[in-house]
């Protein structure tokens, strides 16, 4: 077979596989290093300058440096020469080089068989919804580059067309194949080829440190309900119990060790739900004392919740949790100093308010409430860039009298410290506060701008008491931009269908935006083995090894394949005329009576040769025979529809009358 | 041992695709008659397909997931979609001309799909050059074919490839089609430097040179002279007159028989090929002529039939 794989590649081809070459490159442009860019546009021009102008081709000495020197230059970039960065960017590389000296259809497959690499990679790198998008528009783009090889000349048109068609048929198709393809619980093998920036607070707490989080938009993570619906709750993350005089960090507590939770029976049995997106810690987010919860999870009211296996979070994970009041547990002494550790030379002014303030209330509860109504009562404010308040061990001195204004880490941080000078266990939590409740979807969506520190001190008989201070601030006293961020928050379930109708529009577009690509993140981005049993289970098939799904997915393979070629071999088939399908009918009626029906016999002749058999049929066949002339062969327009349709009826009765003989 | 069952291979292959290429005209390309195999890009793309498939198994990457199911389903339909633009074509051999040797012969074919548009199907004679037809409309187009012709002769045409990369180059469809079609490759015409003396006595002693004299010509007026450009009194026409054909002032005395005997030397070939000269020139000039090969000649007359048919024998000699 004649393979034209020589031949040169006219312009409008070559212009055609560099825009789908940009196309695909498109992702790296977040990721690749700068100079990759430059390189794919210098080899761009130089590709299209060297088929306007007819530059004759690199030197190949020429050509062998420049592929060294960018196998140099990535190895600065990335350090080592056996990473996956190195070798996704030299994959990228070398697909933009390979443009140098590209000359016959032949390099141009090479190239192409390049970009599905190039795609897959950067499904690998963009773990983003749009990715999808990119993925279905840059295999479109592919399949028109494949179609204009094949027809060098036409317009864009003809070939869109047959591009679209074939993008038409295989993504529903491809959808249902992934729903079903078995999905295993762990990878075979995983090689993270980059880690994503962290996201979050970290272990460390110092002011401004979760102000700055205010402008993250980010998800978090999102909370299914299955009980009662908890909005404007705090979602512990951190305890934080040691201070530095700067910083609030977390140290082993001495007290109640991690214990592993008891599982759960079923998923139901979770009274919320947790979609956590990774953010690279251990520690998991949760309300209310867990009592109980799926997959494996250790817990301890002093260090926080955490997996089993104590492994970082680096992929999105889905855990459910069971509360209950916690029973009080006696504070050992042991942790009762912890809770009470300070550095001794921080904030003088601070520590000597405290011990004033502790003598003026009869008790623990009282100077709290104490505490409470001074922030409420002074000039404190709620800002999100408050001043500078140094970064010495005297800063809270410095915030407490001087400048009065923080946001919740300056106060968490200041009312701990007075409640520790004063004698009483407290701690430092670090998690959010809040979060969007979506009614179209019915999860609360909680965003890193909820990113909240709080208190908990020791009571005596009680346990451990949560205090926000910040909710003690005036109201008149706190940054516009906080309180139009938590006005969202403050909406009751209840009264939705009232706050729906206040709502704009715009408004309610985000919500259901938000809401549509949670659903897509969470049937196409994040589909796994879990959720398939689920989907199988709903569908009435019940929980299934992935043997026998795989039997099951290669089974409807093979049978869409048999109904493909079907439909196919039924469009050769299907223009196929009535009239002579009728005709032939007839005709195969005359043979089996042993009548001629070799071309050169007419009806006319045939009707007289069963005549002479079949006398007793002479009259009507005589009859058919003549209404058949007087439609078919007599008027002009014999192709009449009507004509076409009493005909036919005609062969039809010939056949049946045939047919009792 | 190897070698002879390959060749026993070849054979049954061959048996089985002439079975299934019967010699017909036209040619109906069915379901039975059409084979498809990935083209050598095609099988890349499987190659590239797996790879991706291990990769996406491993990392449980859903985008990927897609992404190879999304091949798949694309590998496959362009599969039915090449063997689908092959199918039900019509493929009629209308002519074959006749040629001299070292011109390609033109085969005429009329192609003709019964329902929708075909696109980029490619026709090639063994050994011939490809003709890719980019797109050819339901009611059909017609498209001229060369066959090289080294050697003089009487030839059937060679079995004909009719193949497809269409839509994407994964997968090439192709077919063939045998025609019970004769052409002639005469030889090429070499003028000799001489003619050869006229029949019956009546020789034409300035045959050598007549060609360059124009007073010994006749002019005819004709309407249409171009299926004897030769011989279009140029001068004449030019004056604005009509046009003019010459023609010879004695029309007694050109009854020309041709004779292998009458030409020098032993090179068959070389011989075979004046008398071509001769014989076209000679009809072109419209004189009447005959052939005389291997002591049997034919009649002396005159026409584009008895010039095919000399030119024939010339051919099979």
Known sequence: MHVQRHQQIPLSTLTHALLVMGFCYLPYLLTAPWWLSLLAVMAIGYRLAGSYYYLPPLALWLRAIIVISVVMLLGRQYGTFFSGSFFINALVAFFWLKIIELYTLRDLRVIILCTFYVIFTALVLQIKLWIFIYMILALMADVSLLLKLELPTVNFKTIFAPTLRFLLIAVPISLLMFFLFPRFSEPLWRVNLSAPALTGFNEKMTPGSVAELFQDDSTVMRVIFNSSILLNSYWHGLVLNYYDGLSWTSEPPLDSPLLPLPPLPDKQAADYEILLEPHQKTWLFYQGNPVGGWPNLQFSASSGLMRLDGKVIQQRFAYGLKIQAAPYQALSKLAFKQNLQLPAAANPRLRAWALVEKNKAPDNKALVANIMHYIQQQPFWYRLAPADIGRDNQQLDRFWFATREGYCEHYASAVTFILRAAGIPARVILGYQGGEWNPLARYLNIRQKDAHAWVEYWNEGIGWQRVDPTSFIDRRRIDQAIIEQSQLHNVDISEWDQYRLNMSLLERMRLSFDSAHYFIERWLMFYNQERQQGLLQALGIGPWQWQRLLQAWVGSLLLMLVLGALWYALRQKLPRDPLLAAYQQVQQELSRLHVKTTPPATLAQQCAELANKQPQLATVLHQSLAQYEDLRLRPKDSNHPRNRKATLSLFKKLSKLLRTR | ?317
Request: charged fraction near 15%.
């Open chain 2, 1 to 317: 041992m190897s070698a002879t069952i390959h060749a026993m291979f070849r054979q049954w292959l061959q048996r089985w695709i002439q079975a299934r290429n019967p010699v017909s005209n036209p040619r109906h390309l069915t379901a039975r008659t059409i084979f498809i195999l990935p083209s050598a890009f095609g099988w890349a793309y499987g190659i590239v397909f797996v790879t991706i498939t291990t990769g996406a198994v491993n990392y449980q990457l859903n985008a990927a997931f897609l992404l190879v199911f999304l091949l798949l389903i694309i590998g496959l339909l362009s599969m039915w979609e090449t063997h689908h633009n092959l199918q039900g074509l019509t493929i009629q051999c209308l002519a074959v001309e006749n040629t001299q040797q070292g011109q390609p012969a033109r085969v005429r074919l009329l192609l003709t799909g019964k329902k929708s548009m075909r696109q980029a199907v490619i026709f090639c004679f063994r050994e011939g050059e490809p003709v890719k037809l980019q797109q050819l409309a339901a009611d059909g187009d017609q498209i001229v074919l060369s066959v090289q012709t080294p050697q003089r002769g009487c030839f059937q045409l060679p079995l004909l490839q009719i193949y497809s990369y269409y839509p994407l180059g994964i997968f090439c469809a192709w077919s063939y089609a045998r025609f019970n079609i004769e052409y002639y490759v005469y030889p090429q015409a070499m003028f000799p430097g001489f003619w050869p003396a006229t029949t019956a006595g009546q020789n034409l002693q300035q045959s050598g040179s007549f060609m360059g004299d124009e007073e010994l010509y006749e002019l005819k007026s004709v309407t249409s002279p171009w299926n004897q450009p030769g011989r279009i009194a140029w001068k004449v026409s030019a004056r604005g007159q009509g046009w003019y054909l010459k023609t010879m002032t004695s029309p007694a005395g050109e009854n020309w028989l041709f004779r292998i005997e009458d030409l020098i030397g032993n090179d068959i070939e070389l011989n075979l090929q004046q008398l071509s000269y001769w014989i076209q020139q000679a009809e072109q000039l419209g004189h009447r002529y005959g052939l005389q090969l291997r002591g049997a000649h034919t009649e002396i007359s005159q026409g584009e039939q008895h010039m095919q048919d000399c030119l024939r024998q010339l051919a099979t000699y």
